[in-house]
């Protein structure tokens, strides 16, 4: 069987590719006899393939030229396979704990095989769902944003490196016009992608569509996510983009990467995590009211930006003297100009992050993709109520995020809002 030109893989045709590859053989020690191999791919754009024999394990994902959640009458494009493995090869080096290792990469194939993270890893996002705390989750996912984050942008890059892996990534932008249309656009304007707990939030969904103010700061974010090559971003890094167990804690599927705001990462993630926090009423049960899980949900938010806040300044101290050329030595050359020039830069990135968090959460309750934290409350009047809250929160959110001094403050608004 042939793999020089692209075709979908089927569970049999992936065992004569993996035989035909040595860097994917090597790893099951090349047995074929007792394989197991299951796809898993429940995610809206690829095919993901579970291999595991007797001598070892990995995953395949490959690429479709098309959403597979929609079918073929939305095309994408099968490159994205190759910022993926771009960018878990440069995050994984740069945060090596905390992203799984790349084994082989085909670009023909659009495809990808890595480690397979073994149970009892499961996606962030269900571990949320079922009430699980992660106490390592909030200094894990602080460590890999502060170095993924830093050692990409002009603060580690000089200006020629920089534009050189920006002009590699604005390849990625179909991925980037997709963000663009159901982040940005879609939300604010009638689409026929666009759903909603119905009939319960056609009032809200309406409102979203009619909000003026709403429709400033979407627009200034807009801008500033297709404008700022900041650093190398992952581009999706919502709480399905995590898998964790009690002591590990891995980010995958950085499909979407491309040189953009940071505040577009760490807001998706926190904004997720804010999402989490106002489903948890829906998962309520007479043993368990989830008010304590609340509370740790509410810990982890103002735990990782500070533990992000601290490491990426300690970074920043660290390497002043070295390579980026976003500040240079001798004119930020005393301890007052550099802490002003920090403050003024975290509080920047603080205000960012939290824009672009309540757009992240807007479109989860009134776009094309929602999330499994509100979507698995079986009763859709009690997912309304939740939902609500949140959309609320996020609009209030978006539209005042300048006013918030710390992360503090954004809490105690989310417990206000309940």
Partial sequence: MSFDEFKPLNEKSLVEYIKATPALSSRLGDKYDDLVIKEVGDGNLNFVFIVVGSTGSLVIKQALPYIRCIGESWPMTKERAYFEATTLRKHGGLSPDHVPEVYHFDRTMALIGMRYLEPPHIILRKGLVAGIEYPFLAEHMADYMAKTLFFTSLLYHDTTEHKRAVTEFCGNVELCRLTEQVVFSDPYRVSTFNRWTSPYLDDDAKAVREDSALKLEIA??????????????????????????????????????????????????????????????????????????????????????????????????????????????????????????????????????????????????????????????????????????????????????????????VVSAIQQQC
Wanted: charged share 30%.
């Fill in 220 to 409: 200034e974010l807009k801008s500033m996510f297709c404008e700022r090559a900041q650093a190398l971003i992952h581009g999706d890094l919502h709480t399905g983009s995590v898998m964790v167990t009690q002591d590990s804690t891995q980010v995958i599927d950085p499909e979407f990467s491309f040189y953009g705001p940071m505040g577009f990462d760490i807001g998706a993630y926190l904004g997720n995590l804010i999402l989490a926090f106002f489903a948890q009423d829906g998962h309520a049960t007479e043993g368990n009211d989830r008010k304590e899980y609340k509370q740790w949900i509410l810990r982890t938010i103002e735990q990782t930006w500070h533990m992000f806040n601290k490491r990426f300044i300690a970074l920043w101290d660290q390497n002043k003297d070295g390579p980026g050329e976003a500040y240079l030595a001798d004119i930020y050359n005393s301890t007052e100009v550099i802490q002003l020039v920090q403050e003024k830069y975290m509080r920047s990135l603080f205000h960012d992050s939290l824009g672009f968090g309540a757009a992240k959460m807007i479109r989860r309750i009134v776009g094309v993709a929602h999330v499994e934290d509100f979507e698995s409350i079986k009763e859709d009047e009690e997912r309304a109520v939740c939902e609500r809250k949140a959309l609320e929160f996020g609009k209030m959110l978006l539209k005042e995020r300048r006013k918030f001094k710390c992360i503090g403050e």
